[in-house]
Nanobody, 115 residues
Framework: QVLLVESGGGLVQAGGSLNLSCAASGRTDSLDRMAWFRQAPGKERELVAAIDWIGGITGYAASVKDRFTISRDITKNTVFLQMKSLKPEDTAVYYC????????WGQGTQVTVSS
C-alpha cells in the first residue's frame, strides 16, 4: 500500500506559476514510476507528466511540454510538478499516481488559472 498526499494547488493568474508536491508513504520501496494527472470539469482525466523513479526519465503531454517540469526527491519520497506560463485551460484537479497500472492515487489538489 502506498499513500500519496498532494499539496501546492491554488489560484493564479494566467502567465503565473505554481509548484505542486506529492509525498509518498507506506510501501515506498516499490515505487517505479510516478505521474501527475489532471481532470477538468466535464473532461476525462489526462496524463500530464511522468517520471521513472530510479532513472529519472521524464515524459510530458504535448499540451504542457516546455511549460511544466516533473522531478523527484528520492530521499523524501516526493515528486514535484513545476508549472509555468499557466493558462486558463490548465485549470483542473491535479492528482499524483503510482504503482502498477497507477493503482495508487492521491486525493487531488485544485489548480485554478484565471484569465
Amino acid at each position: 500500500q502506498v499513500l500519496l498526499v498532494e499539496s501546492g494547488g491554488g489560484l493564479v493568474q494566467a502567465g503565473g506559476s505554481l509548484n505542486l508536491s506529492c509525498a509518498a508513504s507506506g510501501r515506498t520501496d516499490s515505487l517505479d514510476r510516478m505521474a501527475w494527472f489532471r481532470q477538468a470539469p466535464g473532461k476525462e482525466r489526462e496524463l500530464v507528466a511522468a517520471i521513472d523513479w530510479i532513472g529519472g526519465i521524464t515524459g510530458y503531454a504535448a499540451s504542457v511540454k516546455d511549460r511544466f517540469t516533473i522531478s523527484r526527491d528520492i530521499t523524501k519520497n516526493t515528486v514535484f510538478l513545476q508549472m509555468k506560463s499557466l493558462k486558463p485551460e490548465d485549470t483542473a484537479v491535479y492528482y499524483c499516481a503510482t504503482g502498477k497500472m497507477y493503482m495508487y492515487w492521491g486525493q487531488g489538489t485544485q489548480v485554478t488559472v484565471s484569465s
